[in-house]
């Protein structure tokens, strides 16, 4: 049982409720989508098939408290990523799944986190959004719009709408398109609606602005 895999590194984790903690990322090849500010070009075809031991054992060679995000690309393309998931949480790891929102979530166990995209116009790939899972979300789930425009942003609004009423709005993150929609712009109309969702920025790239991988 093997996955094709990217990358495997250590780092901050920067993209959701829980950045800032140390993380194990494990990157998967592939994705099914073609964003226009992709930062992760790479992943659409490079990578190796590594059978799930291996990963991890790879995983557990760094620092026992850190969390595990499975990243891509897009996860769910791959068939034996659930297997993966529960055998992270068979092992007590907290794990963090990232995905697009193109596929069924549910297929992966319900104790793993998922942080969810919805895909905004800008991106061109929001017709792909499968807005079923807005029903499978879990409150202890986040979800996360990239927004580049005015346009963006009043989608993303619209689609807050259709949440369940229970769900958490400060489990929602917009998150500005680096070098795109500066956030001072993104911060101010927030302040202006009073959505609830939180203001995210990729913490990885502050810390870290030169580096394009493994970061
Ligand atoms: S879903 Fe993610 S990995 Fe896929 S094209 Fe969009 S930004 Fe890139």
Not at 25 to 31: M, Q, Y
């Given at each position: 049982?093997?996955?094709?895999i990217?990358?495997i590194?250590?780092s ?8 800032g903690?140390?993380?194990v990322f ?16 790479y992943?659409?075809?490079?990578g190796?098939?590594?059978?799930l031991?291996e990963?991890?054992r790879?995983?557990e060679a760094?620092?026992r408290?850190s969390?595990v995000?499975i ?5 769910l ?5 659930p297997?993966?998931i529960?055998q ?19 297929q992966?166990?319900r104790r793993?986190?998922?942080i ?5 116009p800008?991106?061109r ?7 079923n899972n807005?029903r499978?979300?879990?409150p ?10 005015r346009?963006d942003?009043l989608?993303?609004l619209?689609?807050?709408?259709q ?5 958490p ?6 998150s500005?398109v ?8 993104l911060a101010?109309w ?8 939180r ?5 990885h790239?502050?810390?870290?602005p030169e ?5």
């Amino acid at each position: 049982m093997s996955l094709k895999i990217n990358e495997i590194f250590y780092s901050i984790q920067g993209e959701s409720l829980y950045a800032g903690l140390p993380c194990v990322f494990i990157r998967l090849t592939g994705c099914n989508l073609r964003c226009t500010y992709c930062d992760t070009r790479y992943a659409y075809d490079e990578g190796a098939n590594i059978p799930l031991a291996e990963i991890i054992r790879q995983v557990e060679a760094y620092p026992r408290s850190s969390i595990v995000e499975i990243t891509g690309g897009e996860p769910l393309l791959q068939g034996k990523t659930p297997d993966l998931i529960a055998q992270l949480l068979a092992r007590h790891h907290t794990v963090l799944m990232e995905t697009n929102g193109s596929l069924d979530i549910s297929q992966t166990d319900r104790r793993c986190i998922k942080i969810m995209d919805i895909k905004c116009p800008s991106s061109r790939m929001h017709l792909f959004n499968d807005l079923n899972n807005l029903r499978r979300l879990e409150p202890k789930d986040q979800i996360k719009f990239v927004m580049g425009t005015r346009a963006d942003y009043l989608y993303a609004l619209e689609i807050l709408s259709q949440l369940p009423p229970d769900y958490p709005k400060s489990h929602v993150l917009f998150s500005p398109v680096a070098g795109i929609l500066p956030p001072q712009t993104l911060a101010a109309w927030m302040l202006q609606d009073g959505s609830g969702a939180r203001l995210h920025l990729q913490m990885h790239k502050i810390i870290w602005p030169e580096q394009e991988r493994g970061v």
